[in-house]
């Protein structure tokens, strides 16, 4: 079992910052493919950004410009960088991890959440 706990979210005004982390309870960032999600009250979940084992990054087009993800394999770490904030970023951010080996998809795992509000 792979225990991925988040971190970082919070109040914030409208043009501020917030770093969310999620540190994973063992060494899987060269295996998995690490996803951010949200998912505010009434709306569907969607993904924010992803990082593959290969550093490669993808984000949705409402936050390209503002965010960014980055990973820090000695700390098991993935992390989300949030600038620029806007009230429609507003939202629980989940942390997805998805076994990727030899070219397969493993198991999938989250995190527990963390809310963001960013106020107008």
């Known amino acids: 079992q792979v225990q991925l706990v988040e971190s970082g979210g919070g109040l914030v005004q409208a043009g501020g910052s917030l770093r969310l982390s999620c540190a994973a309870s063992q060494t899987i960032l060269n295996n998995y493919v690490i996803n951010w999600y949200r998912q505010a009250p009434g709306k569907q979940r969607e993904l924010v950004a992803l990082?593959?084992?290969?550093?490669?990054?993808h984000y949705a087009d409402s936050v390209k410009g503002r965010f960014t993800i980055s990973k820090d394999n000695a700390k098991n770490t993935v992390y989300l960088q949030m600038n620029s904030l806007k009230p429609e970023d507003t939202g629980r951010y989940y942390c997805?991890?998805?076994?990727?080996?030899?070219?397969?998809?493993?198991?999938?795992?989250w995190g527990q959440g963390t809310q963001v509000t960013v106020s107008s």
């Open positions: 990082i593959t084992s290969a550093n490669i990054m």
């Open positions: 997805n991890a998805v076994q990727l080996t030899g070219g397969n998809y493993g198991p999938s795992y």
